[in-house]
Structure formats: C-alpha cells, structure tokens
C-alpha cells in the first residue's frame, strides 16, 4: 500500500527551508503566567518551585524514582562519572554525538570505542567483553536514535567484571521496554532536553539514578559540591537547571503524547512510502514497547542511483536539510583518532554506517506536503 498525500501547490513550497528537526513549543500566553510568577517571586535558580515540580513530575511521566535536573545534557553525563568516581578506561560506541565521548575525556577517562550491532547501531555486546582490560571501570552506551540497547546483555557483561554501567539516553525520553522504562537500567541514565529533543527545555538535562542517596551526591556535585552554606564535599560544578527552563519543562510536559504521537504519524507515512525503494534501508525498532520517534534514520546502499553523499547534497540543493547522523565517527576526530580501539578495521559496522546513514526531517509540524516533497526526492534519483 502506498500512502497518498494531499500536495500543497508550488508554491506553496518554493523556498521553504526544512530543518531535520523544528523544537515543538507550546502557545507562548500559557508560557507567561508561569514568567509572571518567577518575576514575582524572585527565585531564578538553585532548586526552586518549579525545578522541584519538574523533577516530581517527569519521574511520574517517565516512571522512575529519583531524578535530578541539570542545565545541559553534557553537565549531566560529566557529573554522572563523576557521581560513581569511574576512572581508567570506559568501554563506549563511536556512533553518537561527540558529548558521549567528550564527558569521558572530561574526566580524565579514556575511551575505548567498540562497534555497533548492525540491525540497531547500539553497541554490540559481543564486542564488550574482548575489550575489557584491568583498567576497565564502566560501560557507556547509547540508545541510538531512542531504540533501546540490549540492556540485558549489557548488564550480564558488567555483573560479570563488576563494571559500572551508564547510559547515555539523550534519545530516549519516554522509551519503555515490556520491563517498564528504558531509563531504569545500568547504574544512571542520562537525559538531554535540548532544543532538538521530542521533550526540550529550551537546554537541558537530567540524571536518573535508583536511590535517594545517589541522587543526593548527583545534588551536591551539581551545586559545586555543597552540602550547607559552609559545608562542600566534593569538587562540584555549577551544572543547576534555572527556574526559566523548569517552567518551560512543566509546560511542555503538557503537550508531549501529542508531540509523540505526531512522531509516530510521520514516522508510519515515511516508512509505507518507502517501502520497497531499492537501496533505502529504514532503520527498525530494537523492541521497545513504546517509542518516541526521535529521529528518522535512513541507510544508503549501493542499490541506490546515488551515494549517499550525493543524495545529502541532493536534499541540500532543494533546501532539505537532512543530516548525517553521526558521521564522522567520534572515533575519527583528532582527539580520539590515535587511540588503538579508533582504528577503523575495529569498526566496521560503525564505519559503514556512518558513511551510509541520513536522518530525514522528523518533528511535529511537518507537513504532509512537505513529506511527499522530501520522499519524491529519494523516488526521483
């Protein structure tokens, strides 16, 4: 079956620019009394009304137990290592966004890359276990485009070396597994609520974590590490959500199943059609119960008139601005390129997809018309 579209004229769409995503905002008069109430109270930052609600009510959302707030998801991955005190060597993916790897080298850890499963492009883990060494503390994964790793595995390979496990889950809000929320497992859980995520803040992030304890040293190392106003325990950092971006969150909070739902409406029209389009490859779940539609990754193989390259720039001639997400490999950038695990005879699977993968717009307001315009493209090569 294929889907049929109703086509806005020509031009209707002549020089309309397309963004792989567009952050989903709610009407800005329902945003100002929530303005109006800070301005009156005077409380910017450090842990105020709505940064406590925010907290309250995204663990409700999210079904998990504790969760801390912090300015940005890569203040959130730092103090995450540094709320377990990992150190030596962290065993990670190359395919993600440089944060991943960043928030490691932050630390003072090195990282060792591993490669992907080719079916879900989280980290294989059949490649975890050869990496170990004496120096190895953690694991970092990541749910690639908020498809959930083979948490199970995972975890049974970190039993077995008494590894820490962190995920880094900037793309899994909301993603739930038969167990229940993905965000559960490992150690921490690390969101992002940037501007591109399906839940934003405007910047934004959180830490998820299993205990009170836990969350209260996530507290402190957030707050420079006091306990009191005379008391601080640990080299902390300013890492603190602003009352500004709380409120925002409580706003958005209210709109998000329609924001998913919109996802998943797009998300079904781009796969019916592109059903059977010779060397197009969309990426599949990795059995989740619920998903959010993060993005909308594509494979470009050689059955396609076009590499994949060619078909970027294709999109790009027409004002489309797909993205290669993630390409290059972190693994492949000056920082991290002389490690042994960067070679990149030890990441085949990531080194191909990497060179083989486009994310197509995927958010909201995307038009139908503007999905038949970008799906045309691809049929048209």
Known sequence: MTASLPFASVAELVDERLYVTQPHLPPLNEFLPYLEEIWSSKVLTNGGPFH??????LCDYLGVKY???FANGTLALVTALQAHRITGEVITTPYSFVATAHSLLWNGIKPVFVDIDPKTLNLDPKRIEEAITPQTTAIMPVHCYGHPCDVEAIQKIADNYNLKVIYDAAHAFGVQTAAGSVLQHGDLSVLSFHATKVFNTFEG??????????????DHLKNFGFVDEVTVVAPG???KMSEVNAAFGLLQLQYIDGALAARKRIDAI?????DGVPGIRCVE????TAA???????LVDSAFPLTRDELYQKFRDHEIMVRRYFYPLISDFPMYRGLPSAHRGNLPVASQASSSVLCLPIYPGLSDANIGRIVDIIKGC
């Open 67 to 69: 969760l801390s707030l």
């Open 292 to 298: 959010n539609f993060s993005y909308f990754p594509i």
């Open 270 to 274: 781009y796969r019916d059609m592109l």
């Open 205 to 218: 992030g959180a830490i998820v974590c299993p205990d009170a304890k836990t969350k209260q040293r996530i």
């Open 237 to 239: 950092i300013n890492g």
């Open 52 to 57: 406590q609600q925010l907290e309250k009510a």
């Open 285 to 288: 779940d990795a059995g989740e």
